[in-house]
């Protein structure tokens, strides 16, 4: 899984690729986000366009991520989630938990 970053009016956008599989990548993407809360970011959009499949593992870590900037007065929104991730989402009954966007924009629009 690799991790872009993008910072727009102070809200992160990072593009994940690959598949969230667990392991070291996938801890290094809630690392990634406790690092822009230390910077002072808190409002990040994970766009998942790109991500070919997530197992439990990577499901535990947008948990984690989306606790973590909770609790530190944040918020974490999902964009461009595919249709594999999405069924994932339902089946779990997480789509109830995140908010998820069609574009990037759109999920960088809510944040106004």
Request: aromatic share 4%; glycine share 8%.
């Amino acid at each position: 899984m690799k991790i872009k970053e993008k910072i727009e009016n102070h809200i992160a956008i990072l593009s994940l690729s690959g598949k969230m599989m667990g392991g070291p990548e996938t801890t290094e993407l809630h690392d990634h986000i406790k690092g822009l809360i230390h910077d002072g970011v808190k409002n990040i959009v994970i766009d998942l366009g790109d991500v070919k499949w997530m197992n439990s593992s990577g499901m535990g870590v947008l948990m984690a991520s989306k606790t973590t900037l909770d609790n530190a007065g944040g918020r974490l929104v999902l964009a461009r989630v595919t249709e594999k991730v999405q069924s994932l989402l339902m089946i779990t009954q997480l789509i109830k938990v995140f908010e998820t966007y069609e574009t990037v924009d759109r999920a960088i629009s809510s944040f106004s």
